[in-house]
């Protein structure tokens, strides 16, 4: 498509400098006249709206007051004394209404009807003996004044002349009559013509829809058309214009679609009465064509479009001069540069014509002749040295090939000769590399396995949904926890056998060449140990706790002076034992708690419950001991406390606070509190408790949560089994949640329990 496009493109500089001059003309004439026409519109568009709104205003104003007038001149004829009084015959009260009828000629009929109904008299003499109690004017019209909203003539339609065009249209106006004492005597009813609304249009917007072709509608308040073109009376009209005069009540112009598929610029305004005349709720509609309206930008654009033509032949013709004097000394020049290409002189004159660009580019392509003959030369002499630095560096690359060929082979020796299955995986989770060891463990040759997907040939089908999305994670740029550190997972073999084992996991690379390097140690063995010695020492535990529970109360018995009055020097030793014997069985607990846990054996039972009953709970088990070391327990649980909620189990929960507190209160300072905080965090809860004790080094830190490690304490007696944390993280830990050692502000230590909404979660192991 380009190449067919160049070949109708002009050749010549001074051609093209003329095309674009007078393409820049054509561009600019037209965004011209877009700009214009657009500012135009936009102009003509605000005065002719707010024009019709006006008139919209002023008709809807003007049919407001004359309703008003109306409904005014029919509540002062039901007061005179002709109509009231009953000394008056009903001719007489005929003869009253046909002179106001005869005033006020757009009443079509006005007459007088008794409490039942009964048309006493009229104006024209219609009606009279008719009933009328059936109709709307009536009814209402006996409890108060009434106006209702225009209709087809009912009774009168056949009694009155005939009426030119279509039929007739009344807005009913009735209010009751009262003797002397005030009692009603019946209603004054009048219908008003509807043409008196046309009239009313036509001296407001007539002269202007002559000039303008505008059109006035009259909506009720459902948008019924009650004034309008013939086609559209009683047709109701879902307009935005309607919509918006209703909402606001205040007057302003839009542009819209019709029915008829034509766009309008539309002015409306909806009447709200006028005095103590409640209005009924007319909307006045002022419409006018977008054609008609925009008829003075078209004429405007024509008259820019012929001037920006007329416009551009101007610079085209000034553009082609332009360019021929531009091109002149340059295809002077070029004809010299091509002198010098052909061998016909070996320099540009530099005394060109033109102007001092040209000059300029003279001298510049004369001094490039010069550098490129001289290049030439030297490019002679390099290349006669060039085959030998070629050669040169072509056994540099083979030393390089062979040396990286040495080391994979010595990278491939030792990953065969290692103890652990080694396996290498890309980032897509496919094997790359698989040694004899794995072969050994697993079962698969490497010729099997390479290229297949890690996950699914050797993890177990429950652990394969988050290891994927532990591998999506770490490839969105998040940390994957298994990496460079040696962790427990479970494996399965070619025949589908699980196998323990100790899995570390490197990255090397960078980028899309990034790898995976995966070491397996068999652990089977180990764990096999592992549960023989939990069993002992669960049998050991289970052996002691029997005797230690008799030795505990006889000792207990003789502590408490059961058996008389000691001596002083043996109630001290017996004190000694009792609270001995207490610390042993405190162990004995602590290491059956760990034995349950390692053999899954302790059972938790998770309840989605409120967390502050747990805070309360723990203090409270714990004030006693608070007391007599003369520490106090605060709770901090803020507002909001309440609605704190966790899924946990309120018995193991309250093992880990209470261990927690304990080993708080043991190092703080006489006279100093022990803080137990709880707020909300991630959805869940943190349970913080926080002392002023010496604190834990960084260094302790990670040893503190292993078996039989102790913090050291402000007393001598105050020492622990140095189970109670390792018991607390593993609580923690099966419960999905997390604890963790920070310095508490001001000195001291903070340890803090983070709970989940979500309950206890399993984590799986990572590709």
Same mark, same amino acid.
């Given at each position: ?663 708080? +209160?043991?190092? %703080? *300072?006489? @006279?100093?509190? &022990? ?7 991630? /959805?869940? =809860? !943190? ?53 963790? +050692?920070?310095? %508490? *502000?001001? @000195?001291?230590? &903070? ?7 979500? /309950?206890? =979660? !399993? ?5």
């Amino acid at each position: 498509m380009k190449n067919k496009l160049e070949r109708f493109m002009p050749r010549g500089l001074g051609t093209q400098l003329a095309l674009a001059f007078s393409l820049l003309s054509i561009v600019l004439t037209t965004a011209l006249v877009a700009l214009v026409e657009r500012r135009a519109v936009a102009e003509v568009e605000t005065r002719i709206g707010e024009g019709l709104a006006d008139l919209a205003s002023q008709t809807s104003d003007k049919l407001e007051r004359g309703m008003f007038e109306r409904y005014r001149e029919v509540a002062l004829i039901a007061r005179r004394a002709a109509l009231v009084e009953h000394d008056y015959e009903a001719a007489a009260r005929a003869q009253v209404l046909a002179q106001v009828q005869q005033s006020y000629t757009y009443y079509e009929w006005l007459g007088i009807a008794d409490r039942d109904g009964k048309v006493l008299a009229a104006g024209n003499n219609l009606l009279v003996g008719a009933n009328v109690a059936s109709r709307p004017w009536f009814r209402q019209g006996l409890v108060g004044g009434f106006v209702g909203d225009v209709h087809e003539a009912v009774l009168l339609a056949k009694l009155l002349p005939p009426q030119p065009g279509q039929g007739r249209r009344f807005v009913d106006v009735s209010f009751p009559f009262a003797d002397a004492g005030g009692k009603v005597q019946g209603v004054l009813g009048a219908h008003l013509s509807w043409r008196w609304a046309r009239e009313v249009e036509q001296s407001v917007v007539g002269s202007f829809a002559r000039r303008n072709s505008v059109e006035t509608f009259i909506l009720s308040s459902t948008g019924k058309v009650l004034l309008g073109p013939p086609e559209l009376i009683d047709a109701t009209l879902a307009l935005e214009s309607f919509r918006r005069a209703t909402a606001t009540r205040q007057g302003g112009f839009t542009v819209e679609r019709w029915p008829d598929g034509k766009r309008y610029l539309v002015g409306y305004q909806k009447g709200a009465g006028y005095s103590y005349y409640p209005g009924l709720g007319w909307v006045v509609l002022v419409r006018q064509g977008v054609d008609d309206a925009y008829a003075p930008v078209r004429d405007m654009r024509t008259q820019l479009l012929v001037g920006g033509v007329a416009l551009a032949l101007l610079c085209s013709l000034a553009g082609l001069w332009m360019a021929r004097r531009v091109t002149r000394p340059l295809a002077q020049l070029a004809r010299s540069a091509g002198e010098v290409s052909g061998g016909g002189a070996s320099s540009i004159p530099s005394d060109q014509g033109g102007y001092a660009e040209v000059r300029a580019l003279s001298r510049s392509l004369d001094t490039l002749v010069g550098d490129l003959e001289e290049r030439r030369r030297q490019l002679l002499q390099v290349n006669s040295t060039l085959e030998s630095v070629v050669e040169a560096r072509t056994l540099e690359l083979r030393r390089a090939l062979d040396t990286v060929r040495a080391s994979e082979a010595r990278i491939r020796a030792i990953v065969d000769t290692a103890h652990d299955a080694f396996i290498g995986a890309d980032l897509a989770g496919r094997i790359i590399e698989w040694n004899k060891q794995a072969e050994q463990l697993l079962g698969w040759r490497r010729d099997e396995v390479i290229g297949k997907r890690l996950v699914e040939l050797m993890l177990p089908e429950r652990f394969r949904p988050q290891a994927g999305q532990a591998r999506a994670s770490f490839l969105d740029g998040g940390q994957d926890g298994a990496l460079d550190r040696r962790v427990e997972r479970v494996v399965t073999d070619r025949h589908g056998v699980e196998i323990p084992v100790e899995m570390s996991t490197g990255l090397t690379g960078q980028g899309d060449a990034a790898t995976f390097s995966i070491f397996l140690r068999d652990i089977t063995e180990r764990k096999r140990i592992d549960r023989m010695k939990n069993e002992f020492v669960g049998t050991v535990s289970h052996e002691l706790r029997t005797p230690l529970t008799s030795i505990r109360a006889s000792l207990a018995l003789l502590a408490d002076g059961v058996l008389g009055p000691l001596p002083a020097d043996m109630q001290e030793v017996i004190d000694i034992c009792n609270d001995n014997c207490i610390r042993l069985n405190r162990l004995v607990d602590d290491m059956l708690d760990i034995q349950k846990i390692e053999a899954g054996m302790m059972s938790f039972a998770p309840v989605m419950q409120p967390v502050l009953p747990l805070a309360r709970e723990a203090l409270r088990t714990m004030r006693g001991m608070a007391t007599a070391a003369g520490v106090s327990l605060v709770l901090d649980s803020g507002p909001g406390a309440e609605a704190i909620v966790a899924n946990f189990d309120m018995d193991r929960l309250t093992q880990v606070l209470t261990n927690l507190l304990s080993n708080a +209160i043991k190092v %703080a *300072p006489r @006279g100093s509190p &022990v803080l137990l905080q709880l707020i909300a965090e991630h /959805g869940g =809860a !943190r349970l913080s408790v926080c002392d002023r004790g010496p604190g834990i080094p960084p260094a302790m830190r990670e040893r503190v949560f292993q078996p039989f490690v102790q913090i050291g304490a402000k007393g001598s007696d105050a020492g622990g089994t140095g189970l109670g944390l390792a018991i607390c993280k593993r609580i923690v830990d099966e419960h999905g949640g997390a604890i963790e +050692i920070a310095d %508490a *502000p001001g @000195g001291g230590t &903070v340890f803090h329990v983070i709970l989940t909404r979500d /309950g206890p =979660a !399993r984590h799986a192991p990572a590709t």
